[in-house]
Nanobody, 121 residues
Framework: QVQLVESGGGLVQPGGSLRLSCAAS????????MGWYRQAPGKQRELVAS???????NYADSVRGRFTISRDNAKKTVLLQMNSLKPEDTAVYYC???????????????WGQGTQVTVSS
């Protein structure tokens, strides 16, 4: 009923940039918070950045000043601009959104399939 589809991952050298994109589709009535999480091998999934429908943002300390999250409410998309990438940013990045499906009243959390980001020389 609802899908989150990510794109934009890949291999980049340290100091480089990537932009991740996530588009929500389906029978959507409302989207609250959208965000990006990441999971490196052997580690727990962690929040990278999130943004409310009003544009308020939140960042993990490890990415603040390097990453920028933005969203287009009309297009139901969220972007993550990643600059000054470091090897420790290597992980699978997942899009996340709190969505009310048409005909329902509660927000549910949805996840994308994940996109690999590898930072290596």
């Amino acid at each position: 009923q609802v899908q989150l589809v990510e794109s934009g991952g890949g291999l980049v050298q340290p100091g480089g940039s990537l932009r991740l994109s996530c588009a929500a589709s389906g029978s959507i009535f409302s989207i609250n918070v959208m965000g990006w999480y990441r999971q490196a091998p052997g580690k727990q999934r962690e929040l990278v950045a999130s943004i409310t429908s009003g544009g308020s943002t939140n960042y993990a300390d490890s990415v603040r000043g390097r990453f920028t999250i933005s969203r287009d409410n009309a297009k139901k998309t969220v972007l993550l601009q990643m600059n000054s990438l470091k090897p420790e940013d290597t992980a699978v990045y997942y899009c996340n959104a709190q969505i009310i499906v048409r005909g329902q009243i509660n927000y549910n959390t949805y996840w994308g399939q994940g996109t690999q980001v590898t930072v290596s020389s």
